[in-house]
């Protein structure tokens, strides 16, 4: 009877631990912190048109898990605040605002970040951000 009363009670003790390990690591948005990712591409999906970056390591961003973060855009850096609780938004704040050169995508980076309304790990080892219904795609990878 001990014998059986001790499985139960390792059972349940690894059936708890289970269940304290195996939350929604994607939802918290663990999965995408602590990486320094570069944008690659931007998808009209209106226009189903799809532009690399030229330069991606120029283009990057950070999450951390506080729910801040840091990045470059072009010359300049960035940071503010994210969070995933309701859909996904980043909140632009404090940045350099240095001129970049007429090919710099620096304000269509900074403006796209600001109206993010969706994102998360797009299923293949990157990062994909989105605006409101879609509009627009970001991706980026590490």
């Given amino acids: 009877m001990k014998k059986i009363l001790f499985s139960i009670a390792v059972i349940a003790g690894l059936l708890i631990l289970a269940g304290c390990t195996s939350g929604d690591d994607a939802s918290s948005g663990d999965s995408i912190t602590g990486v320094e990712w570069q944008w690659?591409?931007?998808?009209n999906q209106s226009a189903n048109e799809t532009t690399d970056v030229p330069n991606p390591s120029d283009y990057t961003i950070t999450f951390n898990e506080d729910g801040t973060f840091e990045g470059k855009a072009d010359c300049n850096n960035i940071?503010?605040?994210?969070?995933d609780d309701s859909g996904f938004s980043i909140t632009v704040g404090p940045s350099t605002m240095a001129f970049c050169g007429?090919?710099?995508?620096?304000?269509?980076?900074v403006n796209l970040l600001s109206?993010?309304?969706a994102g998360g790990p797009d299923g293949s080892g990157g990062l994909a951000l989105e605006t409101a219904g879609g509009a627009e795609r970001m991706l980026f990878v590490e």
């Fill in 40 to 43: 690659q591409s931007l998808t």
């Fill in 79 to 83: 940071a503010g605040s994210w969070s």
């Fill in 102 to 109: 007429e090919a710099s995508l620096d304000t269509q980076y």
């Fill in 115 to 117: 109206n993010v309304a």
